[in-house]
């Protein structure tokens, strides 16, 4: 019949329409269930799924990536970096730069960096620099409200901005933590 | 077998145009230019190579072992429909002073384009070609900007890493080295102000106005495009028409180039994995894969069980998501306006959370290494993909098979509108859903099983119809298609490493060339990659299926009106990303 492919049509948005609340009601508290700012999708809800971003956000999965990290040590204070340069010559987009420490007394260069720059204008958030660091130091944030209005002064992160305790890194990343311990430990044992 | 197949006919092959093969080198031919287009015509009509699938060109000026006598090469992939299998590989070898080679566009039509890219970035001329202009780049480029010696303005070095962008220890920014003015050299002889931009681009005969039915008409020239929200990014048809009739086409490209290929060629290896995300950037996964593969080859590296069925995963949910977004633009471009391309992206969504799950990024996920891939998947990951896969999935196609495939103004708009047939398909080398919607059984999943396809069970899906609605048929059912490898592969899945051997950043794979392709979703994506034993591609070259897909839009639209112009083009189903690269 002429005109059946449009009522169809129609009532197929109408349905989309009412599962939406249907999905809402279903589950009360339903996708708040873990706050407004942990929510996930899951494939057996039917309706539409919005998040009122930013007073609602999504729950990252741990793998998650945004811009790259320093990590120091907490209660030494230490960075773990040793200025090996691995990162800034694994990094696609060359934005990391490294300036290695001079030991003041001696003059003779030692493994930690004196400077570190980040040029997240640059950075494409590829997350090779973590996956290479063989000193578990460079690790992939998950902040990702990075929005500023300095391009260029905002967006070049030096060492203090990079710098992040491993206890953080510990809470955003769990799971990948532990296992990098774990070898962290059998590796010292050797 | 099929190797055997092609070696006992490689044998007959080069004896049957007296003087054609000069030598065979590493199983390709070395090919007399003078004789190209006869030994082709006879590989296509005789020997069953009807589909010719790539055509690159290498300039090997500072490669070990060659002079200026050799510099050039223009390297041809051909294969058989009918047989599948491996390439036949032709090589051309030219001198540096002045490259010249015949056109196989009268052999293949499909090469028209891929030769306009060699010329424009290589300066290889192919005498007998019918439109021989630049492609990518604009006419007032100052050399082939893939020559070994072609530097642009600023140029900082050949290889990463670059010791130029943090000069005393701070960064500077592109903005500062390259000001806006002074990066131009036109070539010689050549004023901006002069020039016009060629308007009739395609070779027509002279036509006067005619009169028809006593109103004096005439051929009117319509550009769609380059900002034109139905061509899917920045991309220009030129078409002449008569009265709403479309007589001739041309598409115009390259807006959004970036040299993709030079850039690879200065990354390291395993630098160009996060690039290759970039160039179709709706399915990165199988961008990572077909790369990786090619190197893999180059290398001789074995991947472990599980990083094959990961690999297999990706790749089929990537072809899902890729299909449902091809899907809901068409319908954006017949007029339903963002309904189902919502509806589309709705699924894509959960596709692109498990892909953020296994990866970390929904889009650019920089996910497969050689010999293996970057990391293994969470736990919830099989679950939640089990879930959408056997559950979700049927539902939502059946949905999607109620409310479109049988709308009635779809099939007014779709069906016989943008005719390919099947000869011309394969002549203009279109891949993938295009040219299955021909009537053409040809996947190279099937044809030329990489990965661990050969162990699933899946058909080819085909349609007879060749037009707007085939290819739409085409996508819908290869959704289920892919839907049957995954449920397969999420139950067969084993446990075991994810990667062979350690991770290495730097590495130099022994000298040679190697292509590989896989069935993107696209079509054929393929990856020639040439080594020179260091750590940066010689060569690196990226057979994109939306930018070959192209060359057969010409023959879709010529005879249909203007009006589905936009519907033929969203039928194709390309992105500028890798169109232009």
Known sequence: MFGSGIIRGLSITFKHLVETYVDDLKAVPSRYKYGRELIKQEPDEKGFFTIQYPEEKRKLPEAFRYFPMLLYDDETGEERCTACGICANVCPAQCIWIERAKDPKTGKPKPKPQAFYIDTSLCMSCGLCAEFCPFDSIKMDKDYERASYGRWEDLLLDKERLLKPVSYYAQISPTQYRAEEEARAAKKKK | ?581
């Not at chain 2, 969504?349 to 929904?362: H, K, N, T």
């Not at chain 2, 920089?366 to 056997?390: C, Q, S, T, W």
């Open chain 2, 1 to 581: 077998m099929n190797e055997a197949v092609t070696k006992s006919k490689a044998v007959d092959i080069k004896e049957a145009i007296p003087g054609a093969v000069l030598s065979e080198e590493n199983g390709a031919l070395i090919v007399a230019p003078d004789k190209l287009v006869e030994f082709g015509r006879y590989l296509k009509d005789n020997a069953g190579y009807d589909y010719l699938s790539s055509v690159t060109g290498v300039d090997y000026l500072t490669y070990p072992g060659r002079d200026s006598s050799n510099r050039f090469e223009v390297v041809y992939h051909l294969y058989s429909i009918e047989r599948g299998g491996g390439p036949l590989v032709l090589k051309v070898r030219l001198p540096e002073e002045n490259p010249e080679v015949p056109s196989l566009v009268p052999v293949w039509p499909g090469a028209n384009f891929q030769e306009r890219e060699i010329w424009d970035l290589y300066g290889v001329r192919f005498t007998g070609h019918p439109n021989l202009r630049r492609i990518l780049l604009w006419e007032g480029f100052n050399g082939h900007p893939m020559r070994k010696d072609w530097h642009e303005a600023y140029y900082e070095a050949d290889h990463k890493p670059f010791k130029s962008r943090t000069p005393e220890g701070h960064p500077i920014h592109a903005e500062e080295r390259v000001p806006w003015h002074d990066n131009i050299v036109l070539p010689e002889g050549w004023d901006p102000d002069q020039w016009q931009e060629p308007v009739h681009v395609v070779p027509l005969p002279p036509t006067k106005g005619h009169v028809r039915e006593g109103i004096q008409t005439e051929r009117v020239v319509v550009n769609v495009g380059p900002q034109h929200p139905s061509t899917h990014g920045v991309f220009r048809m030129i078409m002449e028409l008569d009265g709403e009739t479309i007589v001739a086409m041309e598409p115009e490209m390259g807006y959004l180039h970036r040299n993709h290929e030079k850039i690879g060629e200065r990354n390291t290896w395993i630098m160009n994995i996060p690039f290759t995300d970039r160039l179709d950037y709706i399915n990165s996964m199988t961008n990572n894969l077909g790369y990786v593969l090619a190197v893999e080859k180059l290398m001789g590296m074995e991947v472990p069980e599980r990083a094959e069925y990961l690999r297999v995963i990706m790749s089929e949910l990537t072809r899902i998501l890729n299909h449902f977004v091809a899907i809901g633009f068409l319908f954006n471009d017949l007029g339903a306006f963002y309904t189902p391309m919502l509806y589309g992206l709705e699924e894509r969504e959960l596709i692109l959370d498990l892909f953020e799950m296994a990866s970390g990024s929904r889009m650019m996920c920089n996910y497969m290494r050689f010999g293996g891939v970057a990391r293994d998947v969470p736990e919830e990951f099989i679950p939640f993909a089990r879930k959408l896969v056997n559950e979700r999935l049927p539902r939502v196609i059946d949905e999607i098979n109620r409310y479109l495939t049988k709308n009635e103004i779809f099939l007014y708009r779709a069906r016989g509108v943008g005719v390919l047939p099947r000869e011309t398909a394969i002549a203009y080398s279109a891949s993938g859903p295009v040219l299955r919607a021909s009537g053409v059984k040809y996947d190279v999943r099937r044809a030329e099983p990489y990965s661990i396809y050969d162990r699933f069970d899946f058909d080819v899906v085909t349609e007879e119809g060749g037009d707007v609605y085939s290819r739409y048929m085409v996508r819908l059912r290869e959704i289920m298609e892919s839907r049957k490898i995954l449920s397969q592969a999420l139950d067969q899945i084993p446990e075991g490493p994810i990667i062979t051997g350690k991770k290495k950043y730097s590495f130099r794979p022994p000298m040679g060339d190697a292509y590989a392709r896989i069935e993107a979703p696209k079509g054929e994506l393929g990856y020639y990659v040439v080594s020179d034993k260091t750590n940066n591609p010689y060569r690196y070259h990226v057979r994109a299926p939306s930018f070959i897909n192209l060359t057969s839009l010409e023959p879709m639209l010529v005879g249909y009106k203007v009006a589905d112009s936009v519907v033929v083009l969203g039928s194709v189903d390309i992105v500028l990303g890798e169109v232009d690269r």
